[in-house]
C-alpha cells in the first residue's frame, strides 16, 4: 500500500464524513431546530465544517501532487486540529436537553439525535489522525 497516496485519501474521506455527519440533523428536524441545536455550545460546528471543506481541498492537492507534500501534511494537520478541537468543545457545552426539544422526532431518529455529538466528535478525530498518518509517511515526523 502506497501511504504517501493513502493518507490524503483518508483525510479527504475524514472530512467528508465530518460533513455528513453535520448534515444528519438536517434531515431529522426543520432547518431552524438545527440552528438552535448548533448555536447553542460554546461555538457553532459548522465552523468545523467550513474547516473540512478547506481540508478536502488540501488533501486532494497533496494527493495529486498539486501542492508541496510537506506543506500540505502541515496543513491538512493544522486544520485536522480545528476540525477535531471545535467538534469536541461544542459536543461537551452543547446542554444535552436541548436535543430533546427540537421537535417531533422519536424512535431511531430520536437516538440519532441525543448520540449525534458526540458521533461528531469521534468521526471529527479522523482528519488529524489522517494528517499525521501522512505526515509520517512523508518521514516529517
Same mark, same amino acid.
Given at each position: 500500500?502506497?501511504?504517501?497516496?493513502?493518507?490524503?485519501?483518508?483525510?479527504?474521506?475524514?472530512?467528508?464524513?465530518? #460533513?455528513?455527519? #453535520?448534515?444528519?440533523?438536517?434531515?431529522?428536524?426543520?432547518?431552524? %431546530?438545527?440552528?438552535?441545536?448548533?448555536?447553542?455550545?460554546?461555538?457553532?460546528?459548522?465552523?468545523?465544517?467550513?474547516?473540512?471543506?478547506?481540508?478536502?481541498?488540501?488533501?486532494?492537492?497533496?494527493?495529486?501532487?498539486?501542492?508541496?507534500?510537506?506543506?500540505?501534511?502541515?496543513? %491538512?494537520?493544522?486544520?485536522?486540529?480545528?476540525?477535531?478541537?471545535?467538534?469536541?468543545?461544542?459536543?461537551?457545552?452543547?446542554?444535552?436537553?436541548l436535543v430533546l426539544? #427540537?421537535?417531533?422526532?422519536?424512535?431511531?431518529?430520536?437516538?440519532?439525535?441525543? #448520540?449525534?455529538?458526540?458521533?461528531?466528535?469521534?468521526?471529527?478525530?479522523?482528519?488529524?489522525?489522517?494528517?499525521?498518518?501522512?505526515?509520517?509517511?512523508? %518521514?516529517?515526523?
Amino acid at each position: 500500500m502506497d501511504d504517501v497516496r493513502a493518507a490524503p485519501t483518508a483525510g479527504i474521506v475524514g472530512c467528508l464524513l465530518v #460533513l455528513a455527519v #453535520l448534515a444528519v440533523p438536517y434531515l431529522l428536524v426543520d432547518a431552524g %431546530g438545527v440552528g438552535a441545536y448548533y448555536a447553542a455550545g460554546a461555538i457553532s460546528p459548522l465552523v468545523a465544517g467550513l474547516f473540512a471543506l478547506v481540508g478536502v481541498i488540501v488533501f486532494a492537492a497533496g494527493r495529486e501532487q498539486r501542492s508541496d507534500p510537506p506543506l500540505v501534511a502541515g496543513a %491538512g494537520l493544522v486544520f485536522g486540529a480545528f476540525v477535531f478541537l471545535i467538534c469536541v468543545l461544542w459536543a461537551v457545552t452543547v446542554p444535552g436537553g436541548l436535543v430533546l426539544q #427540537l421537535g417531533e422526532v422519536s424512535g431511531f431518529g430520536a437516538t440519532v439525535l441525543e #448520540l449525534h455529538r458526540w458521533v461528531l466528535a469521534l468521526v471529527s478525530v479522523t482528519v488529524p489522525v489522517a494528517a499525521g498518518w501522512y505526515a509520517r509517511a512523508l %518521514g516529517l515526523v
